[in-house]
């Protein structure tokens, strides 16, 4: 399976138990063992660094509002993919799948109840960077998937 340069692989998400410091000033790379590298294609060396999003919150990693946007499931996907979804309440909710030009490929519409939601997509896409977007009456969120083809 080919991964499209510069897409993420993988990604780790991490909430804090307790407020009082930061996660960028935890974490960091140790390469006295191994140095810190990832490989394209054709075998050219690319610097693996590590990203520390602004979003700050002890157990409500939601937000102020208590709306998450998940990765979808598995990424990268060949076919079929799940998106996940939290709402604080019921309410009419809008989830669209767009290719890099911005054409809409699949869209899924409808009254959701509080909680976790998921919705399955099946999309018969060759491969590339696909955007998922969630609109409900509190926001609008989005992320990026990669289709791996079929």
């Not at 063992?33 to 002890?58: M, P, R």
């Amino acid at each position: 399976m080919a991964i499209p340069e510069a897409a993420p692989v993988f990604k780790l998400t991490f909430t804090a138990q307790q407020s009082g410091g930061k996660l960028s000033e935890v974490f960091e790379l140790d390469e006295s063992e191994l140095a810190a590298l990832a490989f394209t294609g054709a075998l050219n060396e690319s610097k693996v660094e590590l990203q520390f999003s602004d979003l700050t919150a002890t157990h409500n990693p939601a937000g102020a509002n208590g709306v998450q946007l998940f990765q979808n499931r598995p990424n990268p996907f060949s076919g079929t993919t799940a998106i996940g979804f939290v709402l604080p309440e019921a309410c009419e909710v809008q989830l669209r799948v767009f290719d890099v030009s911005g054409s809409m490929l699949a869209e899924h519409k409808g009254q959701y109840p509080a909680g976790k939601n998921e919705e399955r997509f099946e999309l018969n896409v060759t491969t590339g960077l696909l955007y998922y977007e969630l609109t409900t009456p509190f926001g609008v969120w989005a992320k990026k998937m990669v289709a791996a083809g079929k």
